[in-house]
């Protein structure tokens, strides 16, 4: 770590992880980011590029950037070591203290490092989220985010530190109380250091410092100090997005793992600090998990911890104010001068709640909280008397109260009381008079917020009389009147008004009809036409004044609008162009006589709009102008004094419809085609008042020819067909609705499109040969476009032709064609317009010709054989039988060699023998008919198989008393792949018959569970794909006789002194051999024969005392035979140890255990040398094997 001053022992860091990130190729530099983690209570000094000195309070993450990839330099401070370990591909810096008596006062800081600036902050640096969230700091700000400044304070403030103000003033003297309370705060805060002290442990957060000191909102020089309120903006953020129950409901019970683990979680005591009024900062470290003896720590992602605060003692009920997974919170809203006690929860998903201990604190003094309003208690013409209540004093006694007032000017409030007393008295004042008041409380921390503002009036005088009301504007059944304020009175004075009216004729008097303090009024529900009286009355407090001057007013309503006229309603006949209608007056005029009416029309179509067509005051009107046919609303309405009415109901009137007007000419729609054409047509522009119920087109070759009918009907869009292609025609059309029809429209000439050529005549066929056919045709209609091409199409069926040939001429030679074959053929031509249909089908037959080729020749395989032929002399060919060309085909002729041909009959299979052993041959077929030979067909190469191999000679190569290994021909012993030879051995069995015993490639073979002394007949026999071959001659080999088999540990029996009996087990004779054993003595390393002969038991005497000997035993076999006289021996038994001794020596029991010890030693030895020699083989045969298969088989 580099730090600016050393920290305390409590507070020194131990780990500090720096992971490895990829390393950030720039240029041809490579450059490595570093995470350096900052512990809590620890401080991080870097020096950025403007040359500032910023420093970092843990805990925090600060990505550095080396430009050459190497580690960084750590500096500690005075007294402490580092270690750099790498573990995992992780580089843990370890800082340890290196003396104990290490003081940090006795040293001073250490300036930063010169070269600190090369490992700067890496701003786009990619680093990982788990296990620590990583804020790169924020590009060209020199700022760090809030994420890397924890709210835990730093052990020392720095030079160029000021602490910040807390927002009140600092000169006022605190009271006893609070004096106290600091004391008593101070001397909890030292116990809690000493303690912290003594029980020092690794992970523990430091200890809180003195709040004038270590107050973390101080202000950094270079701008990176953010202060307490921005972190607290969050945590209020996250205590209402994480709010949630208890931890306890959503803990379940650890699984069976952790409880045989026996993991058990402690989290610290929670640390208090920068203590305000109401708020303060607690944070914690993480939990620390033991398992046998041993700590752990883990992330802080892993963790779920919940704060709870208690204001009622340490047993009192605690309230969950925190949720989440941070370290450091602020504890908003607290109550000014409380204890409060706090603890911490820590869960996770794996253990159950683990609680914290509780820290207790006490919140700071601050000033009172608002007053009160206060109240009036009496008022006078000139005084208001008042009285308040004191508030709540926030630890420090209230000692004055502020009441300001606006002097009954409505300007700025200004001081009238500053006092301890609570109640006050204001005099000389104005009568009449509204007075806003507010009042403010005083403790030696500062001055409270104001009251609400409160308004009071003074006592006055009976106002004079106001002036009679105006009118301000009349309706017809409402008046609104206006008044103004009697004179001599002020605008601010609080008045009442009341408004009395009295209907003309009525006969019921004045009666009130409006009460307030408003300057107008609006009388609603009044009858039109009528006047009204009003008289008007003030008051205030003191009482109601005299009548107003002029005392009773007169004003009257306005008319009504009339009711709507009558339903305008038709007068004589309906004409095509105009209309007489006429209409009566209204039943209700609205109080006054109608002065004019108005006749509007309209069309009935959706968006017409009325036109005034008459205004006066005759009530009929003769509407002109009018288009036939055509549906008209009217209506009408009145005007008088009293307005404008409503318009009648609507009258509908139609005109009469006339025969439409002339259509305009058609026209082509789209293309027009060989044989039709598509004409369209719009309306009439006049319809003649009714609407078009059908068109009629009529056509014509040309304007001198008669016309016909072609279409009748409603479209305005029709299809001529059955026209000539290139012809130009004459078409007129006209409309009709329900009158009749109107005039023909204009003449359009239309042409039809050139059309495809006609159908072509039936084709000539003339044979020329077998396989040659000539064509020719007749050239067709063109159809107004010149031919261009014709298109011949040929098959051997009617339904499936194809072209042969495209192009202008009109004949073709069709070749290539099978003799004896019916053919069909048709021509079809093809213009600029398209193409014309197929002509009739020809039909024609070619003569009878030769044979055609075979098609399909191939060589029959042994399998497909009905009968069994010797492949080396013999190949079977098969065929399919080709067309004949009309005439029946009466042989082939086979080709298998030069000169070489071979008549035969109508087959389709034949077998050529007598043929070369391991020989290739090419075969070809030809078939023949009355018209002569057909062509070959294509060649095929066979080859004839060679003949049986001859069995090879047999011989033994290893003889055994139970096995017997043969060995045939000059191959290898092991198979090959592409060895094409096979042998087949057989052995006679005891009954006289030969059973195969190998069949496969190898020259070599094992025969095993032999008996001994014993002749066993075999022969073998060779095969291949030629076939096999005849079996050997009978080979006679005969097997050894077996050894004896291995004796058991000989047994050693003292008789005297230096006189032994050897003894062993004795074996039976082996097929009438006798049986002889060899007894050898060994008193160093070398065995010497001491005996040889057929008895089991031996004297061994001259032996030396107190020596150590060993003895082995044998057993042969001896025989006779023509040879003469054989020994086989077996192998030597175990050897058995013993030591000669004195015989007075000796305990009489002693020679047994001893003799036992020495032959399990024996045992022991032997047993395992067998076991090495036994490992080695098999690593031998192992090795052998993988040779094998690698470098012969493969």
């Not at 308040?388 to 000017?409: H, Q, R």
Request: aromatic share 8%.
């Amino acid at each position: 770590m580099m730090a600016d001053q050393p920290p305390p022992l409590e507070a020194t860091p131990i780990l500090n992880e720096v992971p490895l990130l990829p390393h950030m190729v720039n240029g041809d530099s490579i450059q490595q980011v570093i995470l350096v983690q900052v512990n809590p209570g620890e401080t991080f000094t870097i020096t950025t590029e403007d040359g500032h000195i910023q420093c970092i309070q843990g805990p925090a993450h600060v990505p550095m950037m080396s430009p050459n990839g190497s580690m960084p330099p750590i500096f500690v401070p005075p007294g402490y070591v580092s270690q750099v370990v790498e573990e995992n591909g992780v580089r843990k810096v370890v800082v340890l203290p290196h003396s104990a008596e290490f003081h940090p006062s006795m040293h001073p800081p250490p300036p930063p490092p010169p070269h600190v600036p090369h490992y700067m902050h890496h701003p786009h640096a990619l680093l990982p989220h788990p296990p620590h969230p990583v804020y790169p700091p924020v590009p060209g700000t020199g700022e760090l985010p809030p994420q890397f400044l924890h709210q835990h304070p730093p052990p020392h403030v720095f030079p160029e530190q000021e602490p910040r103000s807390h927002g009140r003033t600092n000169f006022i003297q605190r009271d006893e109380r609070s004096l106290k309370m600091q004391e008593h705060l101070k001397k909890r805060l030292k116990d809690r250091q000493a303690s912290g002290h003594i029980n020092n442990k690794l992970n523990s957060p430091p200890s809180s410092p003195h709040k004038a000191v270590t107050s973390s909102s101080a202000t950094i020089p270079n701008g990176n100090g953010k202060g307490q309120q921005g972190a607290g903006g969050a945590l209020k953020q996250k205590q209402m997005g994480k709010a949630k129950g208890s931890p306890d409901a959503e803990m379940g019970e650890p699984d069976t793992e952790s409880k045989k683990c026996e993991v058990h979680f402690s989290i610290g005591k929670p640390v208090v600090s920068d203590i305000q009024a109401r708020s303060a900062v607690l944070s914690w470290n993480l939990p620390v998990s033991s398992q046998n003896g041993e700590s752990h720590s883990h992330s802080p992602a892993a963790f779920t911890f919940e704060v709870a605060i208690s204001n009622s003692g340490k047993n009192g009920k605690f309230k969950s104010v925190y949720v989440g997974e941070e370290l450091t919170i602020t504890l908003p809203d607290l109550r000014p001068a409380t204890d409060y006690h706090a603890r911490v929860s820590a869960t996770s998903s794996s253990i159950k709640e683990s609680l914290s201990e509780v820290v207790s604190f006490t919140t700071e003094s601050c000033e009172p909280d608002c007053p009160a309003a206060p109240k009036l208690v009496n008022r006078t013409k000139n005084s208001l008397s008042l009285q308040w209540k004191s508030s709540n004093d926030n630890g420090s006694k209230i000692t004055n109260f502020l009441l300001e007032w606006d002097e009954g000017k409505n300007g700025p409030f200004k001081e009238c009381y500053y006092g301890h007393l609570k109640q006050y008295k204001l005099t000389k004042l104005s009568p009449s008079t509204k007075y806003s008041l507010r009042l403010a409380a005083k403790n030696d921390i500062g001055m409270s917020g104001f009251s609400e503002t409160v308004t009071y009036y003074t006592a006055g005088i009976v106002p004079p009389a106001p002036p009679p009301p105006v009118l301000v504007e009349a309706g017809v059944t409402w008046l609104s009147v206006k008044w103004s304020p009697p004179h001599g009175v002020s605008s601010d004075d609080s008045l009442t008004y009341t408004l009395d009216m009295e209907e003309e004729g009525s006969g019921y008097g004045f009666q009130p009809q409006y009460n307030g303090d408003e300057l107008s009024c609006t009388l609603r529900n009044l009858r039109r036409s009528t006047s009204y009286k009003f008289r008007l009355f003030a008051y205030n407090s003191e009482g109601r004044a005299a009548p107003a001057r002029g005392e009773v007013v007169e004003h009257s309503t306005r008319p009504d609008k009339p009711a709507p006229p009558s339903k305008p309603t038709v007068k004589g006949k309906i004409h095509s162009h105009s209309v007489r209608v006429t209409w009566e007056p209204p039943k209700d005029n609205g109080g006054s006589d109608i002065t004019k009416y108005f006749l509007e029309i309209s069309e009935t179509s959706v968006g017409s709009k009325w036109d005034t067509v008459y205004s006066g005051s005759q009530r009929e009107h003769v509407c002109d102008h009018l288009r036939p046919g055509t549906s008209y609303r009217m209506r009408v309405y009145c005007v008088s004094q009293g307005g404008e009415s409503q318009a009648s109901d609507v009258l509908t009137v139609t005109t009469s419809a006339v025969p439409p007007g002339a259509c305009r000419a058609p026209c082509l729609a789209g293309k027009a085609k060989p044989k039709e054409i598509t004409l369209q047509w719009g309306p009439p522009s006049i319809d003649g008042g009714s609407d078009i119920t059908e068109y009629v087109l009529e056509m014509a070759a040309s304007e001198q020819d008669e016309r016909r009918q072609v279409y009748q009907g409603p479209a305005s869009e029709y299809v001529v067909n059955n026209l000539l292609p290139g012809r130009t025609y004459c078409f007129w059309t006209r409309a009709a609705n329900k009158v009749g029809f109107g005039p023909y429209s204009d003449r359009a000439e239309i042409s039809t499109a050139p059309g495809p050529p006609d159908q072509c005549c039936k084709p000539a066929i003339t044979c020329k040969s077998a396989t040659c056919a000539a064509v020719s045709w007749e050239s067709p209609a063109c159809n107004g476009a010149e031919i261009g091409e014709y298109r011949l199409e040929w098959g051997q069926a009617e339904g499936s032709m194809h072209i042969v040939y495209t192009g202008p001429c009109q004949s073709y030679e069709v070749k290539g064609l099978t003799p004896a074959t019916t053919y069909y053929c048709r021509v079809q031509a093809v213009n600029v317009a398209g193409v014309g249909l197929f002509g009739e089908t020809s039909v024609v037959t070619t003569p009878a010709s030769v044979p055609a080729a075979v098609s399909v020749l191939q060589l029959l395989e042994e399998d497909q054989m009905e009968v069994s032929l010797p492949l080396s002399t013999c190949l079977a060919l098969q065929w399919e039988e080709p067309c004949c060309h009309g005439a029946e085909i009466t042989g082939y002729n086979i080709d298998y060699g030069e000169k070489q041909l071979v008549t035969v009959g109508r087959n389709t299979s034949h077998v050529l023998e007598n043929l070369l052993p391991d020989t290739l041959y090419r075969i070809r077929i030809q078939a023949i008919n009355s018209f002569g030979v057909g062509p070959f067909s294509h060649s095929i190469k066979a080859k004839t198989k060679p003949l049986p191999p001859e069995p090879p000679h047999l011989e033994c190569v290893v003889f055994s008393y139970q096995s017997l290994k043969l060995k045939w021909g000059d191959g290898p012993s092991r198979a090959l792949i592409t060895n094409p030879t096979q042998f087949n051995l057989q052995m006679e069995d005891r009954f006289g018959r030969f059973v195969t015993i190998y069949n496969g490639p190898c020259h070599t073979y094992k025969v095993q569970r032999l008996s001994e002394s014993t002749t066993y007949c075999f022969k073998i026999q060779a095969y291949n794909d030629a076939g096999e071959g005849r079996f050997s001659e009978v080979y006679a080999f005969t097997t050894t006789k077996s050894p004896p088999a291995s004796l058991k540990a000989p047994k050693a029996n003292q008789l005297e002194e230096n006189t032994y009996e050897i003894s062993w087990e004795p074996l039976q004779p082996m097929k009438g051999d006798s049986i002889v054993y060899i007894l050898q003595l060994a008193a160093g390393r070398e065995f010497d024969q001491v005996y040889k002969g057929p008895e089991t038991s031996f004297r061994l005497t001259s032996l030396q005392t107190n020596c150590e000997y060993r003895v082995r035993v044998c057993a042969g076999r001896q025989s006779q035979d023509a040879a003469g006289s054989q020994e086989l021996f077996g192998p030597y038994s175990p050897s058995t140890v013993f030591s000669s001794h004195r015989q007075e020596l000796l305990p009489p029991c002693a020679d047994p255990a001893t003799e036992l010890a020495e032959t399990k030693k024996t045992l022991r030895e032997e047993r395992f040398i067998a076991v090495v020699l036994l490992c080695g083989f098999a690593v031998v045969a192992i090795l052998f094997a993988v040779v094998i298969q690698y470098f012969v088989i493969k």
